[in-house]
């Protein structure tokens, strides 16, 4: 009987360095795949499979592809990057708009270098955090907040945005990523392209511009992929292809002026364009409020804590105290601003997100997922727990549902 026990114990002992050594072989040196997360700006699921996008097509047709994905509130840029490496909803991770203002670090712009590299302004943890502190190298060729020092951690390898860069340029640094020995190779990676967005803005979201823009960006996805297969890399890739928000026309004329909305006298403009913010000059809050709460002919606004409920936004400090939401297809800029408008149709985002025009991608390929699937719509925040279960670290927490995504995974256990 007691040999017998012996015998079992000695069993487990060596199941268990087993297990070990099966753990060990995902953790640095070992040769799990990389996860490429890749930002296409401003493409809506409707640009796809129309002559444009062969590349983009094929790995939609041949992994899974989502019918649409919801961006969180406001449908705007750094937001919605942000959320999709968090899993928090702009209103808890504090980046609440492209504009913003804080009572102690003062005003936020997108182009404001300075603002954007300081971690005080990125809230919740990165994937980038959670991976780096879990000894997983990490590399972001841009990427809204990779650039600060969040919770004091960067990437391991990081650039500043470098608008206009050449495609081959980018697609040739994350070639040299992925083709790195186990040892060095990050484990996630990411890529931007803002390449549909700007031709999208300035001459809407059915121009020859942004045609254009799509089969360059395809190409270099198209570039990749033989590349990544070329090179032997193709089960040490899983691919995942998103965008933050869709984009909308907005033909000519169809503009307000932000000092038409209310006097500047009595309130400061926070933010314009599509989610237009506003905080009332000191003594000044009635003027203001009669002047903007309620509906409007082209836009809605509402104090800060009457917002619609759907929207989850309105807790957070840095939202203005007044906001006002421009109805589709309407923008709202600075008075001086209109003579240098464009006299033609342009795009816009930053609508409400329910609007259909506001619809995001989410395509997935490779060898974490499972193959010719397409999911129903779901809400971006639900992408970060499948990027923390792709990377096998633990999430931090989150606003999303990692149900959600479980029928992408050939392992949906």
């Known amino acids: 009987?007691?040999?017998?026990?012996?015998?079992?114990?000695?069993?487990?002992?060596?199941?268990?360095?087993?297990?070990?050594?099966?753990?060990?072989?995902?953790?640095?040196?070992?040769?799990?795949?990389?996860?490429?997360?890749?930002?296409?700006?401003?493409?809506?699921?409707?640009?796809?499979?129309?002559?444009?996008?062969?590349?983009?097509?094929?790995?939609a047709r041949e992994g899974v592809r989502a019918a649409w994905m919801q961006p969180s509130y406001p449908a705007l840029t750094f937001p919605n990057h942000y959320t999709l490496?968090?899993?928090?909803?702009?209103?808890?991770?504090?980046?609440?708009?492209?504009?913003?203002?804080?009572?102690?670090?003062?005003?936020?712009?997108?182009?404001?270098?300075?603002?954007?590299?300081?971690?005080?302004?990125?809230?919740?943890?990165?994937?980038?955090?959670?991976?780096?502190?879990a000894g997983l190298p990490t590399a972001t060729m841009f990427w809204?907040?990779?650039?600060?020092?969040?919770?004091?951690?960067?990437?391991?390898?990081?650039?500043?945005?470098?608008?206009?860069?050449?495609?081959?340029?980018?697609?040739?640094?994350?070639?040299?990523?992925?083709?790195?020995?186990?040892?060095?190779?990050?484990?996630?990676?990411?890529?931007?392209?803002?390449?549909?967005?700007?031709?999208?803005?300035?001459?809407?979201?059915d121009s020859p511009q942004l045609h254009a823009a799509l089969r360059d960006v395809d190409a270099a996805i198209g570039d990749l992929l033989s590349a990544i297969a070329a090179r032997g890399l193709r089960d040490r890739v899983n691919l995942v292809i998103v965008s933050d928000h869709g984009m909308a026309p907005v033909p000519a004329g169809q503009v307000v002026a932000v000092e038409d909305m209310v006097d500047p006298a009595d309130a400061q403009v926070v933010s314009t364009g599509q989610v237009v913010g506003f905080r009332p000059r000191p003594g000044r809050e009635a003027a203001a409020a009669a002047a903007l709460l309620g509906a409007h002919a082209r836009y809605d606004c509402w104090r800060r804590e009457a917002l619609p409920a759907r929207w989850q936004y309105g807790q957070h400090p840095r939202v203005p105290p007044i906001v006002c939401q421009m109805h589709v297809g309407w923008d709202a800029v600075p008075r001086a601003n209109l003579a240098r408008r464009p006299d033609?149709?342009?795009?816009?985002?930053?609508?409400?997100?329910?609007?259909?025009?506001?619809?995001?991608?989410?395509?997935?390929?490779?060898?974490?997922?499972?193959?010719?699937?397409?999911?129903?719509?779901?809400?971006?925040?639900?992408?970060?727990?499948?990027?923390?279960?792709?990377?096998?670290?633990?999430?931090?927490?989150?606003?999303?549902?990692?149900?959600?995504?479980?029928?992408?995974?050939?392992?949906d256990r």
Not at 10 to 30: E, M, V, W, Y
Request: with cysteine; aromatic share 8%; proline share 9%.
């Open 144 to 205: 809204p907040g990779s650039e600060a020092p969040v919770q004091g951690v960067r990437p391991t390898r990081w650039y500043p945005y470098e608008d206009g860069l050449a495609l081959e340029v980018r697609i040739d640094r994350v070639l040299g990523w992925l083709s790195e020995p186990a040892a060095t190779r990050p484990r996630l990676a990411t890529l931007y392209f803002e390449h549909p967005d700007h031709a999208g803005h300035g001459y809407g979201p």
């Open 85 to 133: 490496v968090t899993g928090l909803r702009p209103d808890r991770h504090g980046m609440v708009h492209n504009a913003m203002y804080d009572d102690d670090l003062g005003a936020f712009a997108l182009k404001d270098r300075d603002a954007v590299g300081d971690g005080r302004w990125w809230g919740g943890e990165p994937l980038w955090v959670t991976a780096e502190r």
């Open 344 to 411: 033609r149709t342009r795009g816009s985002h930053g609508y409400d997100p329910a609007a259909p025009e506001m619809r995001a991608i989410f395509i997935a390929h490779g060898p974490a997922f499972r193959s010719g699937t397409e999911l129903p719509g779901f809400d971006n925040v639900d992408v970060y727990p499948l990027l923390a279960r792709l990377l096998d670290v633990e999430p931090a927490e989150h606003d999303g549902d990692a149900r959600t995504l479980l029928p992408a995974l050939r392992d």
């Open 1 to 59: 009987m007691m040999s017998c026990r012996f015998l079992l114990a000695a069993i487990a002992a060596c199941l268990l360095c087993a297990c070990s050594a099966t753990l060990s072989s995902a953790t640095p040196g070992g040769d799990a795949p990389t996860l490429l997360l890749v930002s296409l700006d401003g493409v809506h699921p409707d640009m796809l499979g129309r002559g444009d996008t062969p590349h983009l097509d094929r790995l």
